[in-house]
């Protein structure tokens, strides 16, 4: 069974009540139970985390290179100034999808730049929770057509 680890950085806990015109009303609570749900129906097992912290959050990453077969990361704020998530992200080598609720494309300038976006596999914005659940399918496609791959290989 494939392993994927969810990060959520900073803010992201006060999901619900947060200008909920720009990231909608549901809690990050309720998110997780919706990743939970497809990752049973898809068969790969999460482990969620949520951390307002940029060196927790890189630990977090580092650790999952020992078990994990994959990353869903919403940086949030961090996707516009953390060098260390993006050496983090590197540095284990794992596929990683970087995820955000709002189209950072479509706010203001400081907004539009991902230091994260360049060492992912892909980037999903602007699709409010459904775009962890897209990330889960993109993960799941991936590894599939990885182990399609290698049995041709041997």
Partial sequence: MKKIL????PNLNLLGGREPKIYGKTSL???NQMIEERAKKIGCEVKIKQSNYEG???SLIGEAKSWANGIIINPAAYTH???AIRDAI???NLPTVEVHLSNIYKREKFRQTSFIAGVCVGQITGFGPQGYLLALDALMSI???EEKNEAKRN
């Fill in 90 to 92: 590197t540095s284990v």
């Fill in 56 to 58: 927790e959050i890189v």
């Fill in 29 to 31: 609570d309720e998110i």
């Fill in 81 to 83: 100034t953390s060098i």
């Fill in 143 to 145: 590894f599939e057509k």
């Fill in 6 to 9: 969810v990060i959520n950085g």
